[in-house]
C-alpha cells in the first residue's frame, strides 16, 4: 500500500516537473522570434518573393500564396464546382467536371506539381491529382485558370501523381488501392487472386501541353503511393513508394503493417517507351474522359475507349521492387538524381537508396526473390545509407540544394535536418502539430531555390483561436539560411493542404494575362460588340446574346420568355482593361452567378418557373455606376 | 573656311562673284554656309526621320487606378496608346462624360502630317546643298510656321473633344467642366492628372529646330564679321 503511495507521489511530481519543463519552452518559443517579423514583412504594394500553390486536398482546390508573407491571393477551383466564379457550372466550363461515372462537382486535390524544363521549375503549368475518382488536372499559369482534366481508368484512387519526369515528358498516376483490372464482380477476399495495379504515363504535349495518357503498366496488386521521377543518372526511370505488400483486404490498418519491408517499385519509364514504340504493348478497352478548354475557350469532352497496357511480368527490366522499412509513404529523388529517400510511415529510420548501386545490383543479378513476377532487388545492395534516429513517423523529404534532406515526421511533429552522404541529424525544429508534407521553393528540383521550408500541418488545436471543432489547417514558414531553422510565421490555409509547391514570382508574373483579347474570342456565342446583342429563340431554347461594358447590360430588358423554356445567357465581356470582371446573377437560379474575364464569353443556364418580371445585376463591383447595372426579364407563362 | 571657294556646288560658286566690288555696293555679299553648317544642317533636317520612330507628344493619364499607366501617343502618322489596349480603355472612360470617340483612322492630320514632315526634311536638304543663308531662315521660318500650325491644330482637336461633349446621354455632367487636355503641362480632368508633354519624336523635331536657329544665328555672325573685314 505505501509503496504504491510513493509511486503517486513520485508520478505527481515527474509531473508537475513535465509541466514546468514544458511551459519554460513555450515561453521560450514566445520571446525567441527575434527578426523574423522584417523577414516575413512585405510592405504594403510590395510584392512577395516567391508564388505558392498549395493543394486544398478535401476542397479540391488549389490556393496560390506569396511567400514570405503567407498572404493568399487566390483560390483556384479545379476538380471543384466553384459558385462564386460559375466554375463547374457555367456551359463553358461544365466539361471539365466530366467523368465515365458522370458529372462530378468534387474531388480530393493532394500534389501540385509546377511543369518542369530540365528538371527546374519553368512556370508554365500547374499539374495536380484528384484521388478519389482518378484524375489529372492542368492549370495554365497564364490565366490561373483549370484548362484541362484527364480521367486515369484502371485505378482505384488516384495518389502517387502527378509527380513529372525532368522534362515534364510525362505526368504519372498510380492507383492508390487495387481493384480488380479491368473491373469485375469478385469476392473482396479474392484480393490476392484478382486485384491488381497500374502505374500510368500520361505525355505532355511540350507545346501546347496538352495530356494524353501514353500507357498504363499492369503491375501486382498492392497499394502505390507516391512518387519522384529520376534525374541526371537516375533520368528514365521513376520511383513508386508502395505499402500493403501483404495484400491484405481487411483492416489494414493491422494486416498491412506487419512486413518489415514493403516496396520501392522502380520503373524503367525510358524502356516502356521503347516498347510501346515497338508495338509490345496491349490495346485494352476502357472508358474514360479527356476534357479540355478548346481553342475557343469553350470545354470539350471526349469520351475515351482504349488504352495501351503493359504487362510488368512480361518484360524483364520494365519494373523492379527495392525493398523499403515499414510502409513507406515518401519516395523523393534529391536534386542529383543519385538517393532515393524513403519515409518509412513506422520506421525508426530514414533508409536511402543509391540509384548507381541498384544499377549495379541489377546487373550483378543481386536479387532476394520475386514479388508475383516482378523481382526484389536486395536491400543491402541498393542501400546509400539510413538516417538513424530521426524522430517518429519520417514522410516526406525535401531539399536545399546545399547537401542537405528536410524530413518531416509526423508522428514526432517535426522536421528534422540531415546531411546527404553523412546521414546524420544536424538540425530539428517542432511543428504545429503533425506536419505531413513538407516544401522547399524548387526542393524536388535539380537546383532548388531554399531559403525556406514550409510545414504543411494537418492538425491546428490551440495555434489559432478556435472556430467551433473543424479547425483550420496551416503552413509554417521556416528559414532555413542558417545553420539553425528558424520558425517565421504561422499562416492558415485553404482545405487540407497537402503537398504544395513553390518558385520565384520572376516566372509567372510578367506572363500574367490581363485580359483576353476580344478579337481572340472564338467562343460560338460570343459577339464582338453591343450592336450585336440579341435574343433568339429556337423552340424552347432562348439564347441571349448580351454584353457587359461599363456599366450596362445589353439588353437589359429581355421580355418574351416563356415558363418552361431553357435560357442560355451568353455573357460578353467588352471590356479590355485589367482587372474589370462583370458579374452576372438572376434572381432564382438554381445554379450559380457567372463571373466573366474582359473579354470572355460565359454561359449560364436558366429555367424560369413562374410568370413576371425577374431582375438581374452585375455582381463584381465594376465601376461608380456599379448598382445601375441591372435589368430585368419578363416571364410569360 | 578660306578654302570654300573651291567648293564645286554651283550656288557656292555663284557666292563668290567675279565682281565684288560692284555687288558690294548694292548689297551685302553674299557669304555661303560654311561646309560644317551645311552637314550639321544636312543632320538636323534627316534627324526629323526619327519622327517617323517615335511619338511626337504624349499625353499621360494618371488615376489611382491604372498603377500600370494609362495614355495616348500621337505620332506622325497616327494615335495609339502608350500601352496595348489603352485607347480602348480611354474611349470607354470618355463615355462617362459624353466625350466623343477617339477613332484615328478618322483624323485626316495623321495623313497630311507625314508629306508635311518629308517636305521640312526635303526643304533642309536643299538648304544643305545650296549652302544659302537665306535658304536657312526661310526653312526655319517654315519649320516654325509647320510646328506652330500642328500645336494650334492640336489645341483645337484637344479644344472640340474636351468641350463639345454629347451631354444628353453624359452620365457624369459636371457643370462648367470641360475636358480639353492642355497643350503642355498638366491639368486635373476629374480623377485624371492629364499630363501633355512632346514624345521622343517632338523632342528631335524640337533638338532638329534649334541646331538649325543655331547654325543661322552663327552663320549670320560669322558673315556680318567677314562683311566689315572686307569694308
Same mark, same amino acid.
Given at each position: 500500500m505505501q509503496k504504491k503511495q510513493i509511486t503517486i507521489i513520485i508520478g505527481a511530481i515527474g509531473l508537475l516537473l513535465l509541466l514546468l519543463v514544458v511551459g519554460c519552452a513555450q515561453k521560450q518559443e514566445a520571446g525567441g522570434f527575434g527578426d523574423a517579423p522584417a523577414k516575413v514583412y512585405v510592405a504594403p504594394g510590395s510584392y512577395d518573393e516567391f508564388y505558392a500553390f498549395m493543394s486544398g486536398g478535401f476542397s479540391g482546390q488549389v490556393s496560390v500564396y506569396g511567400l514570405p508573407s503567407g498572404r493568399l491571393f487566390r483560390v483556384i477551383p479545379v476538380f471543384s464546382q466553384d459558385p462564386e466564379k460559375?466554375?463547374?457550372y457555367s456551359e463553358e466550363t461544365k466539361p471539365l467536371m466530366m467523368t465515365s461515372h458522370g458529372f462530378i462537382p468534387w474531388d480530393d486535390a493532394h500534389h501540385p506539381q509546377l511543369s518542369v524544363t530540365d528538371g527546374q521549375t519553368d512556370g508554365r503549368w500547374l499539374f495536380i491529382n484528384g484521388n478519389n475518382t482518378p484524375r489529372i488536372a492542368r492549370i495554365d499559369l497564364t490565366t490561373f485558370e483549370t484548362v484541362e482534366t484527364i480521367e486515369i481508368p484502371n485505378s482505384g484512387g488516384n495518389?502517387?501523381?502527378?509527380?513529372?519526369?525532368?522534362?515534364?515528358?510525362?505526368v504519372v498516376a498510380s492507383t492508390r488501392f487495387s481493384v480488380p483490372i479491368p473491373q469485375k464482380d469478385v469476392p473482396i477476399s479474392s484480393y490476392k487472386e484478382n486485384f491488381k495495379g497500374t502505374i500510368s504515363y500520361i505525355k505532355v504535349d511540350s507545346a501546347t501541353g496538352r495530356m494524353n495518357l501514353a500507357f498504363q503498366i499492369l503491375v501486382p496488386g498492392i497499394n502505390y503511393d507516391l512518387s519522384r521521377a529520376g534525374k541526371g543518372p537516375s533520368h528514365g526511370w521513376s520511383f513508386f513508394s508502395s505499402y500493403n505488400s501483404e495484400q491484405a483486404n481487411t483492416q489494414l490498418e493491422v494486416n498491412a503493417s506487419q512486413n518489415d519491408k514493403d516496396f520501392i517499385a522502380a520503373v524503367n519509364w525510358k524502356l516502356a517507351e521503347e516498347l510501346v514504340a515497338q508495338g509490345k504493348g496491349?490495346?485494352?478497352?476502357?472508358?474514360?474522359?479527356?476534357?479540355?478548354?478548346?481553342?475557343?475557350?469553350?470545354?470539350?469532352?471526349?469520351?475515351?475507349?482504349?488504352v495501351t497496357i503493359l504487362n510488368a511480368k512480361e518484360h524483364p527490366g520494365l519494373v523492379y521492387y527495392?525493398?523499403?522499412?515499414?510502409?513507406?509513404?515518401?519516395?523523393?529523388?534529391?536534386?542529383?538524381?543519385?538517393?532515393?529517400?524513403?519515409?518509412?510511415?513506422?520506421?525508426?529510420?530514414?533508409?536511402?537508396?543509391?540509384?548507381?548501386?541498384?544499377?549495379?545490383?541489377?546487373?550483378?543479378?543481386?536479387?532476394?526473390?520475386?514479388?508475383?513476377?516482378?523481382?526484389i532487388v536486395k536491400y543491402e545492395s541498393v542501400l546509400a545509407g539510413e538516417v538513424k534516429e530521426p524522430g517518429l513517423g519520417p514522410l516526406?523529404?525535401?531539399? =536545399?540544394?546545399?547537401?542537405?534532406?528536410?524530413?518531416?515526421?509526423?508522428?514526432?511533429?517535426?522536421?528534422?535536418?540531415?546531411?546527404?552522404?553523412?546521414?546524420?541529424?544536424?538540425?530539428?525544429?517542432?511543428?504545429?502539430?503533425?506536419?505531413?508534407?513538407?516544401?522547399?521553393?524548387?526542393?524536388?528540383?535539380?537546383?532548388?531555390?531554399?531559403?525556406?521550408?514550409?510545414?504543411?500541418?494537418?492538425?491546428?488545436?490551440?495555434?489559432?483561436?478556435?472556430?467551433?471543432?473543424?479547425?483550420?489547417?496551416?503552413?509554417?514558414?521556416? =528559414?532555413?539560411?542558417?545553420?539553425?531553422?528558424?520558425?517565421?510565421?504561422?499562416?492558415?490555409?485553404?482545405?487540407?493542404?497537402?503537398?504544395?509547391?513553390?518558385?520565384?514570382?520572376?516566372?509567372?508574373?510578367?506572363?500574367?494575362?490581363?485580359?483576353?483579347?476580344?478579337?481572340?474570342?472564338?467562343?460560338?456565342?460570343?459577339?464582338?460588340?453591343?450592336?450585336?446583342a440579341r435574343v433568339e429563340r429556337d423552340g424552347k431554347t432562348v439564347h441571349v446574346y448580351m454584353s457587359t461594358i461599363r456599366t450596362h447590360f445589353a439588353p437589359d430588358n429581355i421580355e418574351g420568355i416563356k415558363v418552361g423554356d431553357k435560357v442560355y445567357f451568353h455573357v460578353t465581356n467588352l471590356e479590355q482593361d485589367w482587372d474589370v470582371p462583370h458579374g452576372f446573377s438572376v434572381f432564382g437560379a438554381n445554379n450559380s452567378e457567372l463571373l466573366v474575364m474582359p473579354g470572355q464569353t460565359r454561359t449560364i443556364l436558366w429555367e424560369p418557373k413562374q410568370a413576371?418580371?425577374?431582375?438581374?445585376?452585375?455582381?463584381?463591383?465594376?465601376?461608380?455606376?456599379?448598382?445601375?447595372?441591372?435589368?430585368?426579364?419578363?416571364?410569360?407563362s | 573656311m578660306k578654302h570654300d571657294s573651291t567648293n564645286e556646288d554651283p550656288a557656292v560658286q555663284a557666292?563668290?562673284?567675279?565682281?565684288?566690288?560692284?555687288?558690294?555696293?548694292?548689297?551685302?555679299?553674299?557669304?555661303?554656309?560654311?561646309?560644317?553648317?551645311?552637314?550639321?544642317?544636312?543632320?538636323?533636317?534627316?534627324?526629323?526621320?526619327?519622327?517617323?520612330?517615335?511619338?511626337?507628344?504624349?499625353?499621360?493619364?494618371?488615376?489611382?487606378?491604372?498603377?500600370?499607366?494609362?495614355?495616348?501617343?500621337?505620332?506622325?502618322?497616327?494615335?495609339?496608346?502608350?500601352?496595348?489596349?489603352?485607347?480602348?480603355?480611354?474611349?470607354?472612360?470618355?463615355?462617362?462624360?459624353?466625350?466623343?470617340?477617339?477613332?484615328?483612322?478618322?483624323?485626316?492630320?495623321?495623313?497630311?502630317?507625314?508629306?508635311?514632315?518629308?517636305?521640312?526634311?526635303?526643304?533642309?536638304l536643299v538648304v544643305a546643298a545650296t549652302g544659302r543663308r537665306s535658304f536657312l531662315l526661310v526653312w526655319l521660318l517654315v519649320f516654325l510656321l509647320v510646328s506652330g500650325a500642328g500645336l494650334v491644330d492640336f489645341y483645337l482637336w484637344g479644344y472640340d473633344y474636351g468641350h463639345n461633349l454629347d451631354t444628353a446621354h453624359a452620365i457624369i455632367k459636371v457643370p462648367g467642366m470641360s475636358y480639353q487636355p492642355p497643350l503642355i503641362g498638366s491639368k486635373k480632368l476629374l480623377n485624371f492628372?492629364?499630363?501633355?508633354?512632346?514624345?521622343?519624336?517632338?523632342?528631335?523635331?524640337?533638338?532638329?529646330?534649334?541646331?538649325?536657329?543655331?547654325?543661322?544665328?552663327?552663320?549670320?555672325?560669322?558673315?556680318?564679321?567677314?562683311?566689315?573685314?572686307?569694308?
Amino acid at each position: 500500500m505505501q509503496k504504491k503511495q510513493i509511486t503517486i507521489i513520485i508520478g505527481a511530481i515527474g509531473l508537475l516537473l513535465l509541466l514546468l519543463v514544458v511551459g519554460c519552452a513555450q515561453k521560450q518559443e514566445a520571446g525567441g522570434f527575434g527578426d523574423a517579423p522584417a523577414k516575413v514583412y512585405v510592405a504594403p504594394g510590395s510584392y512577395d518573393e516567391f508564388y505558392a500553390f498549395m493543394s486544398g486536398g478535401f476542397s479540391g482546390q488549389v490556393s496560390v500564396y506569396g511567400l514570405p508573407s503567407g498572404r493568399l491571393f487566390r483560390v483556384i477551383p479545379v476538380f471543384s464546382q466553384d459558385p462564386e466564379k460559375g466554375y463547374g457550372y457555367s456551359e463553358e466550363t461544365k466539361p471539365l467536371m466530366m467523368t465515365s461515372h458522370g458529372f462530378i462537382p468534387w474531388d480530393d486535390a493532394h500534389h501540385p506539381q509546377l511543369s518542369v524544363t530540365d528538371g527546374q521549375t519553368d512556370g508554365r503549368w500547374l499539374f495536380i491529382n484528384g484521388n478519389n475518382t482518378p484524375r489529372i488536372a492542368r492549370i495554365d499559369l497564364t490565366t490561373f485558370e483549370t484548362v484541362e482534366t484527364i480521367e486515369i481508368p484502371n485505378s482505384g484512387g488516384n495518389h502517387g501523381s502527378p509527380y513529372l519526369t525532368p522534362n515534364t515528358e510525362y505526368v504519372v498516376a498510380s492507383t492508390r488501392f487495387s481493384v480488380p483490372i479491368p473491373q469485375k464482380d469478385v469476392p473482396i477476399s479474392s484480393y490476392k487472386e484478382n486485384f491488381k495495379g497500374t502505374i500510368s504515363y500520361i505525355k505532355v504535349d511540350s507545346a501546347t501541353g496538352r495530356m494524353n495518357l501514353a500507357f498504363q503498366i499492369l503491375v501486382p496488386g498492392i497499394n502505390y503511393d507516391l512518387s519522384r521521377a529520376g534525374k541526371g543518372p537516375s533520368h528514365g526511370w521513376s520511383f513508386f513508394s508502395s505499402y500493403n505488400s501483404e495484400q491484405a483486404n481487411t483492416q489494414l490498418e493491422v494486416n498491412a503493417s506487419q512486413n518489415d519491408k514493403d516496396f520501392i517499385a522502380a520503373v524503367n519509364w525510358k524502356l516502356a517507351e521503347e516498347l510501346v514504340a515497338q508495338g509490345k504493348g496491349q490495346a485494352w478497352p476502357a472508358n474514360y474522359f479527356h476534357n479540355y478548354m478548346d481553342a475557343a475557350d469553350v470545354g470539350k469532352s471526349e469520351t475515351m475507349n482504349s488504352v495501351t497496357i503493359l504487362n510488368a511480368k512480361e518484360h524483364p527490366g520494365l519494373v523492379y521492387y527495392i525493398p523499403t522499412p515499414k510502409s513507406p509513404h515518401g519516395c523523393d529523388v534529391d536534386p542529383s538524381g543519385e538517393y532515393i529517400v524513403a519515409g518509412g510511415k513506422l520506421a525508426a529510420l530514414i533508409p536511402v537508396h543509391s540509384f548507381s548501386k541498384f544499377k549495379t545490383a541489377i546487373e550483378n543479378k543481386e536479387f532476394d526473390g520475386e514479388f508475383d513476377g516482378i523481382p526484389i532487388v536486395k536491400y543491402e545492395s541498393v542501400l546509400a545509407g539510413e538516417v538513424k534516429e530521426p524522430g517518429l513517423g519520417p514522410l516526406h523529404t525535401e531539399f =536545399d540544394g546545399q547537401g542537405f534532406g528536410y524530413t518531416s515526421m509526423f508522428l514526432s511533429s517535426e522536421i528534422v535536418k540531415w546531411k546527404l552522404g553523412t546521414w546524420e541529424v544536424v538540425d530539428r525544429i517542432p511543428t504545429y502539430y503533425s506536419i505531413g508534407h513538407l516544401m522547399i521553393p524548387g526542393g524536388d528540383t535539380k537546383q532548388p531555390y531554399g531559403k525556406y521550408v514550409v510545414a504543411l500541418n494537418k492538425i491546428t488545436k490551440d495555434r489559432y483561436l478556435p472556430t467551433g471543432p473543424e479547425l483550420t489547417q496551416s503552413a509554417q514558414l521556416i =528559414d532555413i539560411t542558417g545553420d539553425k531553422m528558424k520558425l517565421l510565421l504561422d499562416f492558415p490555409t485553404i482545405g487540407e493542404p497537402h503537398y504544395a509547391q513553390a518558385c520565384p514570382t520572376t516566372l509567372i508574373k510578367d506572363k500574367s494575362k490581363r485580359w483576353y483579347p476580344i478579337e481572340e474570342n472564338h467562343n460560338p456565342f460570343a459577339i464582338k460588340a453591343e450592336g450585336e446583342a440579341r435574343v433568339e429563340r429556337d423552340g424552347k431554347t432562348v439564347h441571349v446574346y448580351m454584353s457587359t461594358i461599363r456599366t450596362h447590360f445589353a439588353p437589359d430588358n429581355i421580355e418574351g420568355i416563356k415558363v418552361g423554356d431553357k435560357v442560355y445567357f451568353h455573357v460578353t465581356n467588352l471590356e479590355q482593361d485589367w482587372d474589370v470582371p462583370h458579374g452576372f446573377s438572376v434572381f432564382g437560379a438554381n445554379n450559380s452567378e457567372l463571373l466573366v474575364m474582359p473579354g470572355q464569353t460565359r454561359t449560364i443556364l436558366w429555367e424560369p418557373k413562374q410568370a413576371g418580371v425577374i431582375p438581374f445585376y452585375c455582381t463584381d463591383f465594376c465601376s461608380a455606376l456599379h448598382q445601375e447595372m441591372q435589368g430585368w426579364i419578363r416571364v410569360s407563362s | 573656311m578660306k578654302h570654300d571657294s573651291t567648293n564645286e556646288d554651283p550656288a557656292v560658286q555663284a557666292g563668290s562673284s567675279p565682281q565684288p566690288n560692284r555687288t558690294k555696293r548694292t548689297r551685302q555679299p553674299r557669304v555661303p554656309l560654311s561646309l560644317l553648317s551645311r552637314i550639321v544642317i544636312a543632320a538636323a533636317a534627316l534627324m526629323l526621320a526619327f519622327t517617323y520612330f517615335f511619338p511626337l507628344w504624349e499625353i499621360t493619364l494618371d488615376a489611382p487606378q491604372y498603377p500600370e499607366g494609362l495614355g495616348l501617343e500621337i505620332w506622325i502618322n497616327q494615335m495609339q496608346g502608350q500601352n496595348q489596349g489603352d485607347l480602348n480603355k480611354i474611349n470607354n472612360l470618355n463615355h462617362y462624360i459624353g466625350m466623343k470617340q477617339i477613332k484615328p483612322e478618322s483624323i485626316k492630320e495623321l495623313s497630311i502630317m507625314p508629306w508635311i514632315m518629308r517636305a521640312v526634311m526635303l526643304l533642309g536638304l536643299v538648304v544643305a546643298a545650296t549652302g544659302r543663308r537665306s535658304f536657312l531662315l526661310v526653312w526655319l521660318l517654315v519649320f516654325l510656321l509647320v510646328s506652330g500650325a500642328g500645336l494650334v491644330d492640336f489645341y483645337l482637336w484637344g479644344y472640340d473633344y474636351g468641350h463639345n461633349l454629347d451631354t444628353a446621354h453624359a452620365i457624369i455632367k459636371v457643370p462648367g467642366m470641360s475636358y480639353q487636355p492642355p497643350l503642355i503641362g498638366s491639368k486635373k480632368l476629374l480623377n485624371f492628372k492629364a499630363i501633355s508633354l512632346p514624345g521622343i519624336g517632338g523632342w528631335v523635331a524640337i533638338g532638329s529646330f534649334v541646331i538649325g536657329g543655331l547654325v543661322w544665328l552663327m552663320e549670320f555672325r560669322r558673315a556680318r564679321k567677314q562683311v566689315i573685314r572686307a569694308t
